[in-house]
């Protein structure tokens, strides 16, 4: 049997804190109070590194795997992660619950905490595969998808859905697939609170075009009160997450997950730990004394092969609505790509910020 990748890497090259979330036992049921989405060429474990950085508590999720890459591909570039990530949880994408309970059993092994089901995607790709949002029309099918996956892992098995593809009915369609899953025991079902259009719409257009039903959500969850049940979409910032938290009429979610916006402005994320756990602070101040906090995971993927674009790209979101930032963006896009691209090249960017809320400073203060 393969070494746990987890184990190979006890942590993130000298970003994990001492208060490490795996430190204080920190589980997933409660760290999903607050999840940042499984995205497709984004989730990747640079991207879960750096998010750490800006978050103890914050569920994090891999991309999505199919279960076919799980058990024949390579595993350590799709699914590979480092202990400081935790609590991480793993999204494959299969329809096959034999093939899902083995590929569950392999990331089991890996050292992830949980490992969820993917019934959301739209995509023509997963279509194809019979796997994603057209599942939502199969629910016996994806009950035994999730019993085969809970008879292989002692780990909790998720679910993240929609409420419902094309004419469907949502009601109807998101009450049989929870009812199919909770008969298999599932342990959370994460709601992405519209429609999947598959047929007239592309995966972008899926993303925003089908309008929002937060209700939906909350009348599963008035039905399910034993049931954690978790929402998604259209969540743009911590203020918002907050409001969806909050009873509503005696009805109470158990988590947020936001996708887009915790990615393209990735320093909300140092609001969660205080605003959504209740925790004392952030583990770092700003945007500033985050990338220097990850610093040294970049020196060490730098020093084993790995290109610095491939770790920056995640970064390029930073310092939104500074001074400085589009200068910022532009100077990582274009040199982030050189051969020599390193910390230096980092520092630079980042000085442009410096730079323009000085010279800010200085206007304000004439």
Known sequence: ????????????????APDSARDAGISVA???RFSVAPMMDWTDRHCRAFHRVLSRRALLYTE????????????????????GEHPVAVQLGGSDPEELAQAARICADYGYGAVN???????????????????????????????????????????????????????????????????????????????AWLQGLSPKENRDV????????????AANPDLPVSINGGIRDIDAACVLLAPRDGVTLDGVMLGRAAYQDPELLLRVDTEIF???????????????????????????????ASITRHMLG??????????????LST?????????????????????????????DAA
């Open 117 to 195: 089901l993917n019934v959301g995607c739209p995509s023509d790709r997963v279509q194809d595969g019979r796997f994603g949002a057209c599942l939502m029309r199969e629910p016996a099918l994806v009950g035994d998808c999730v019993a085969a996956m809970k008879a292989a892992v002692a780990l909790p098995v998720t679910v993240k859905c929609r409420i419902g593809v094309d004419d469907q009915d949502p009601g109807e369609a998101l009450d049989a697939l929870t009812a199919a899953c909770r008969q298999a025991g599932v342990d959370e079902i994460v709601v992405h609170a519209r429609k």
């Open 1 to 16: 049997m393969h070494e746990p990748v987890a184990a190979q890497n006890e942590d993130i090259a000298g970003v994990r």
């Open 210 to 221: 089908p309008p929002l039903d937060y209700d939906r959500v909350f009348a599963l969850k």
């Open 278 to 308: 209740g925790e004392a602070g952030a583990p770092v101040a700003d945007a500033f004394e985050a990338i220097e906090a990850f610093e040294p995971y970049i020196a060490h993927q730098l020093e084993v092969g790995v290109r610095f």
């Open 64 to 83: 999505m795997v199919t279960t076919g890459a799980v058990i024949h591909g390579p595993r350590e570039r799709l699914i590979g992660f480092s202990e």
């Open 30 to 32: 409660q760290a999903s």
């Open 318 to 331: 930073l310092f939104a609505g500074r001074p400085g930032a589009r200068l910022y963006r532009r100077h």
């Open 335 to 363: 040199h982030a790509v050189a051969p020599d691209a390193g910390i230096a090249t980092l520092r630079a960017a980042v000085d442009h910020v410096r730079e323009a809320m000085a010279r800010r400073e200085r206007e």
